[in-house]
């Protein structure tokens, strides 16, 4: 049996005699379509199918999706890190940092009240100030 057989390399796993044991229950002459079934696309005798290259086009697909996986996984690994030592913090100084977190939080409220106290006043000065040529008209017209 030749090394070859599949017609695509041995990047399937299929390469060697000993890759095709899930061909034991038939010949393969006149059964190709027998192959598939639940072993899918990636089975051994199998690529002749289709276009040629389908076969190469599924497994640069699957790289992708495994390059996908394997960021989502470092990702994911990064979360339950970030958890933990979260955990860890709260468990021995969490209520310091909360304290902390309450004064600037204060600090930046207090800011916050100060500058919308300033606009308002700024904003009825404004409106007096557009009454003062109608004022100043009035006290005119009096003389």
Known sequence: MSHHHGGHGPSHGHGGPEGHHHHEGHHHEGHHHEGRGPHGHGA?????????????????????????????????????????????????IGAELEALARVAADELADDLLANLDIEARIESRRQARQGLDARLADALRKK
């Open 44 to 92: 051994g005798g199998d690529e002749h199918r289709g276009p040629p290259d389908s076969g190469f086009l599924d497994l640069e697909m699957s790289k992708v999706m495994y390059a996908e996986a394997a960021e989502l996984a470092k990702e994911a690994g990064r979360e339950i890190m970030r958890e933990a030592i979260k955990a860890r913090l709260r468990e021995r």
